[in-house]
């Protein structure tokens, strides 16, 4: 389906309008999971750090290629190797009594593997089972020294709100911060006041508006995916965006709905 719905962004909204970064790429999947990046932020880090990892880690394996002595520590209190397995058993099960395909059992085992090879095996890249909230995002940040280049990405399902004053403390540490932001329309004059606190260092690189949900009650998607990166590192910059999303580069995030074509003022 490339059918669009389209709306005019706000004139209250209009701080999310992104800078034109010319180098922009797609790190992680083509779809769900994938962000906008510039590969010389990738490069300038020294470690990465994602706050929430769920059933898909695309952006994760695509970093350990682009920087493979780089490490990876990701936090998520919600799966594990055992939840994994758990999962391609019961795919099995149901396979077996005919009510599953085979595709879905494979790609079952194929996740299970992968899980295993990428975060068990690989001592680069850690999965800690840690539930983050503030005190303890607090604590796995001070376990980095400033002077070391962090990538930081976020998709903790709305929990992004309790952590945004941390990430603003912590600004030096990060080349570039990705979140992926919900529930916008209840804080939208929150996520102002972020993007304003870290305008002198950060620039708006890149927003992906996700069409799983719909529009808020302020005539917004409620989720969409935000690229930051760090000043003055995010080179070639030219204007500001005219219209999302960016062909070639974003993708629907589910291929069978309408996507969302964003203007600006």
């Excluded at 001070?142 to 399902?157: F, R």
Aim: aromatic residues 12%; charged residues 25%; glycine residues 6%.
């Amino acid at each position: 389906m490339n059918d669009f719905v389209t709306l005019s962004c706000p004139a209250e909204l209009q701080f999310l309008r992104p800078i034109i970064v010319e180098d922009l790429c797609r790190v992680g999947n083509l779809s769900d999971g994938g962000y906008a990046m510039t590969l010389s932020a990738i490069e300038r880090c020294n470690h990465f750090i994602s706050l929430g990892l769920g059933e898909n880690w695309s952006f994760e394996k695509s970093v350990s290629k682009l920087k493979p002595n780089a490490t990876i520590d990701i936090f998520d209190h919600t799966v594990s190797l055992t939840f994994f397995a758990r999962k391609a058993l019961k795919g099995l099960v149901k396979f077996l009594l005919f009510q599953d395909s085979k595709e879905n059992l494979l790609g079952r085992f194929s996740r299970l593997s992968d899980y295993y090879f990428f975060w068990v095996k690989n001592d680069k890249n850690n999965h800690h089972k840690i539930k983050i909230m503030r005190n303890s995002l607090e604590e796995v940040l001070s376990n980095y020294p400033t002077p070391e280049v962090l990538g930081l990405k976020i998709d903790i399902e709305g929990s992004e709100w309790e952590i945004l004053d941390l990430i603003v403390e912590n600004q030096a540490k990060f080349e570039f911060v990705l979140i992926e932001v919900h529930e916008f329309d209840r804080h939208a004059d929150q996520l102002k006041f972020f993007l304003n606190v870290l305008s002198d260092s950060f620039v708006l690189a890149h927003l992906h508006a996700n069409n799983f949900e719909n529009l808020g009650s302020n005539g917004f998607p409620k989720v969409f995916e935000i690229t930051l990166l760090r000043l003055p590192g995010a080179a070639n910059l030219a204007g500001y965006r005219s219209e999302l999303p960016i062909p070639g580069l974003d993708v629907p995030n589910a291929k069978n709905r309408p996507d969302f074509l964003i203007r600006f003022q």
